[in-house]
């Protein structure tokens, strides 16, 4: 189309649009109107040369002549008449109001200034503006009615018109903090927006808010935008293209949403967005589809690609994979991602955390997997995985937190993990492990949590793990072949809150805790061993009951927190005896459990 054509076809559009916001035209002029701006530019052409017509006199009612000039498609006129024409149809229209005869407005042209602002920058389309309730619209009669200075001279009329539009299509009025939006103060200062020097939106971040609908396509406006953050929501659609407008932006953050559609859209890896992009998080979305294949090369400069909790994602981990060199977070956990780990993992020297736990990934470790020296967290767990633990694990020397439950790796533990002195997890549960554990946990001083239970072990429990570690406080060692005695050193894990040692053979009898010791124990299981005797009743004056009476925690006279304790007691005689109400004890039973072994 001509730009003489384009004119025609925006003004007619503008016309229709600042009538319907300033002056309430009647519902049959609205009606018109956004036929006229959905055909404005076909009409436009069939426009031929013809003598002008007086459609406007000054006295007519404004509603005659809006209705006349929404018929221009009916006419055979010249451009240069359909300009003109609607030209003096806005200045009685900003002059006049709605027939009031008020005051004159100090900007006569600001319903014009900005209904054509907005067509002719193509903030939004004549089709989104016809209608009265789309986000669009309703954000131009805001700035209409908006009493900040004059359009005419306010800078950054696109920041403000697109944050409107963002405030309407995501439902606004129900947001949780809403302070200084769509208010008089300047768009920089609404809550969760910051900007640059020179008034250019750079950061959105309304984070568990209540955001509720779509990302309207004006966030194209936003073209200096550093970080989006719109997590914890009820943001639905699909990741917008309009994204791509944002060529500077790093870090998108729309975790735990409604959105669908692919999980990394192709609009991102082929576009400058990919190259700019280091924090991608689009977690726990109803996303589908599989990681770019070329992903390395799309995504260079990532630094956080978090996936996880998209079931529905698919396909396997690519190569390609390991070209992300400055990646330092790595989340696909609960999707359906299959296949093995690619040796070129290794090549990913930045990364600190890999959670590939709930997913459909078989094999065994790749030995390549010990050269990413960086990693600090690897979640293996309840995988389809198998093999032996490398002695090479020995190189991830700042590893934190070791997850390989429920899979089936076997082997015994080599001696090189002992030498992984910054362990705080360590969880090997439900696998096929076999022999004993060292007693070489006398440098692990940040151990909380450890987990063999379920293997195929044997040998003595280690007592540098059951030694004076403030830190630890869950062991579970239960279903293996463990024997000796429990070391009474334990009584001096101060913050032990767990202790599972059921279903071993240990023999001997259970270590009696000195009067100030294992405040803070919760559960002792040690049934279904062979120890013998009487289970001291200073864990029964740790014991705690919850009186469902009163709703109320009972506490023992030892002032401490046990809750569930287990042993084998039942039986005549019981193989260990518990004690029997009596004395300072106020419970009807000591052992909440007790086995017949």
Known sequence: MRRQEKMVSRRIGMLAVAATACVGLSASVVEGTSAVIEDASASSNNLRRKRRPNLFQVNEPLSEASERLVQLDQEELLFSDVLEESNEIFRHLMVSGSGSG?????????????????????????????????????????????????????????????????????????????????????????????????????????????LTGSLPPQLELFVKMLVLKIDINNVGGSIPESLTAMTNLKSLDMEMNDLTGPVVPAFISNSSLGSTLTSYRVSFNDLTGEIPVAVGDELPNLVEFWLAGNEEVTGTLPDSIGSLTKLETFFVYNTTIEGTLPATIGNMASLSTLDLAFTEISGIIPNELFDASSLTQLYLNSLKMEGTISTRIGQLSGLTDMWLTNNTFSGTIPNELYQLTDMETLLLANNKFTGSLEDSFGS?????????????????????????????????????????????????????????????????????????????????????NDLTGVVPVQYCNLRVEFDETTNTTIDGPNNGALERLWADCAGIPPQIACPVPGGDYPFDDCCTFCNDN
């Not at 208010?183 to 309304?206: K, R």
């Open 102 to 210: 008020g005051p004159p407005d100090p900007c006569p042209d600001r319903a014009a200034f900005l209904t054509e602002r907005v067509l002719e920058e193509e903030w939004a389309t004549p089709a989104e503006l016809s209608d009265p309730s789309s986000p669009q619209s309703l954000a131009l009669s805001w700035m209409i009615g908006d009493e900040v200075g004059t359009p005419c001279d306010l800078p950054n009329l696109d920041q403000r018109y697109g944050a409107a539009v963002f405030y309407y299509a995501l439902d606004g009025d129900g947001w949780v903090s809403s302070t200084s939006w769509l208010s008089t103060a300047p768009v920089c200062d609404w809550f969760g927006i910051n900007c640059n020097s020179s008034g250019l939106l750079t950061e959105i971040d309304l984070g568990e808010n209540n």
């Open 444 to 528: 692990w001083s940040n151990i909380r949590f450890f987990d063999v239970s379920i293997n195929e072990m044997v040998g003595t429990l280690p007592t540098s793990l059951l030694t004076s570690k403030d830190s630890l406080r869950i062991v579970y060692m239960q279903n293996n072949t463990f024997t000796g005695t429990i070391p009474a050193s334990f009584t001096s894990l101060s913050n032990l809150r767990d202790l599972y040692l059921f279903r071993n053979q240990l023999d001997g009898t259970v270590p009696t805790p000195g009067g100030n010791q294992l405040k803070k124990l919760q559960e002792f299981f040690f049934s279904e």
